[in-house]
């Protein structure tokens, strides 16, 4: 029998004020699930979903109702994983995107790390952008 694969992030999760708190993500491939467990505050989110950036955007929802968002590219507001990323890579990878601007190879980041261009936003304003630069691209 296959052991499961866990790999832990650690993650800053930033409020409106700025205010950062340390998080530590805790993904979990077992089967054909991906689960997601967040522990901050004292608190833990856990979520199984088809694909880890489907996990996160779950946790994100729950998040926002405390006013919280993670600082990592998966929760960046310019940043959206493509189709065969979820499907082959497990929502593992985002591509950076730029309006305008066809992906490349170079634009892929890991969902989970962080940078400074990480731009915090919901998970709605996150689908906008991602609507928005797919309207471009006609």
């Not at 499907?87 to 995107?97: E, F, Q, S």
């Not at 305008?100 to 731009?119: C, Q």
Request: aromatic share 8%; hydrophobic share 35%.
């Amino acid at each position: 029998m296959n052991e499961p694969d866990i790999k832990e992030h650690e993650v800053a999760l930033v409020s409106p004020s700025g205010r950062r708190s340390p998080g530590i993500f805790t993904l979990n491939a077992a089967g054909n699930d991906c689960t997601l467990t967040l522990r901050y505050q004292g608190k833990e989110i856990t979520t199984s979903e088809a694909d880890y950036f489907a996990a996160l955007c779950s946790i994100r929802k729950q998040l926002e109702a405390e006013g919280l968002t993670p600082l990592c590219y998966g929760a960046s507001r310019q940043c959206f994983p493509s189709g065969m990323a979820r499907d082959m890579g497990a929502g593992l990878k985002v591509y950076k995107l730029q309006l305008g601007r066809k992906t490349s190879m170079a634009d892929l980041v890991e969902t989970f790390s962080s940078g400074p261009d990480v731009e915090p936003a919901s998970v709605a304003e996150q689908q906008a952008f991602f609507d928005q630069w797919l309207n471009q691209r006609r």
